[in-house]
């Protein structure tokens, strides 16, 4: 069968290959992959800049968000055969630590962890893959393939569950919130918030195209510029979604009194910038100010990121999902047009 794979950590190397069908080891579940999402994670393992491949192995079979329909079950599988799923990406380490035991994978603690299509354990990227029903995640049928945005969606269910958590360490109602970034995870963020009842605003760079709108059509607001509207009030939460340094401490200088600065991009580092390290301080004590990096997803933010697409308007779900790119064409698939959101490599039909 077809898969997209990758030399990890050596740029240059990804192909389409011709691979053995999936491993019987890797579950009982056997899928047909109709469509994966492309992320900056995908970029950056192409790049070579991170991956991990399966032990043993040279290569590993990127992708890992996912959309496929269910092609075998075993017998008493709560799976029947046709079901439009997603896999999960993340595999609790072996020892277990505190976390994976119970299921909270996403906040492993010792690194033992694997990834599919990232750490040690080839991705969704392929014509069919094979899994354990504990690991896949029904998506409503009427979606379709708009079912792809379930792993991003996961991610920022799990962000908005964080500043929930922390914010109800004291009286929380919150009505604001500013979301750094409008590419598909700032977005998918909006969307969240937006069906949450708050007053959300999207900041990102550019002026016009399908960005601004698509931020307008959720009833949010759209600016450039920064975390605070000049004359503005500051917002009681921020979703960090670029990773972006100067933003990422403009959010953590403006949030209101008693709020939630959550960051969910991830940077690339090795670059300096000023700070007023004390001012800062001085302003996050005074105000009870909590900021909180958060990554991954268990499988309870793939159940609340499942509910939040159902609920979302088709229409909009589909202009996220910007372009659809045949696996032939995969490297089409790796530029980003200007009008680029969320693209998709198309696997089966
Ligand atoms: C994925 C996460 C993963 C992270 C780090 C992200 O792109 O969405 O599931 O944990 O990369 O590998």
Not at 45 to 64: E, F, K, N, Q, V
Not at 86 to 114: K, L, S
Not at 156 to 178: C, L, M
Not at 193 to 219: C, R, S
């Amino acid at each position: 069968m077809k898969a997209l794979t990758v030399l990890p950590l050596q740029a240059g190397s990804a192909r389409l290959d011709e691979v053995e069908e999936p491993p019987e080891s890797d579950g009982p579940v056997l899928v047909e992959t109709l469509a994966v999402g492309i992320c900056g994670t995908d970029i950056e393992i192409i790049s070579g800049a991170y991956g991990w491949a399966p032990p043993g192995r040279d290569r590993l079979t990127l992708g890992h968000e996912s959309l496929g329909r269910v092609l075998e079950v075993p017998e008493g599988s709560s799976l029947v055969v046709g079901d439009l799923v997603v896999g999960i990406v993340r595999r609790p380490d072996p020892v277990p630590c505190g976390n994976c035991a119970v299921g909270e994978w996403d906040f492993c603690r010792n690194g033992q962890y694997t990834e599919r299509g990232i750490k040690a354990h080839d991705g969704y990227l392929s014509e069919r893959y094979r899994i354990t029903e504990d690991f896949v995640v029904k998506v409503d049928p009427a979606l379709g393939i708009l079912g792809v945005l379930l792993e991003p969606a996961s991610v920022v269910a799990k962000a908005w569950e964080q500043v929930h958590r922390i914010g109800s360490r004291a009286h929380f109602d919150p009505k604001t919130a500013v979301v750094t970034g409008a590419g598909p995870i700032g977005l998918l963020a909006a969307l969240i918030g937006v069906q949450m009842g708050l007053d959300v605003t999207v900041i990102d760079q550019v002026t016009e195209g399908v960005k601004p709108e698509l931020v307008a059509a959720l009833g949010a607001t759209y600016r450039t510029g920064s975390i605070l509207a000049p004359g503005g009030e500051p917002p009681d939460v921020v979703i960090e979604c670029t990773g972006v340094d100067k933003l990422v401490f403009d959010a953590m200088e403006h949030v209101g009194p008693g709020g939630v600065v959550c960051l969910t991009g991830v940077s690339s580092g090795g670059r300096s910038i000023d700070v007023d390290a004390g001012g800062l301080n001085r302003s996050m004590v005074l105000e009870n100010e909590a900021v909180v990096g958060s990554v991954n997803a268990n499988r309870r933010h793939y159940e609340a990121g499942a509910e939040a697409l159902a609920k979302a308007d088709r229409g909009w779900l589909d202009r996220v999902v910007s372009r659809r790119v045949p696996i032939d064409s995969w490297e089409d698939a790796l530029k980003r047009g200007p009008d680029d959101v969320k693209v998709i490599v198309e696997v089966g039909s």
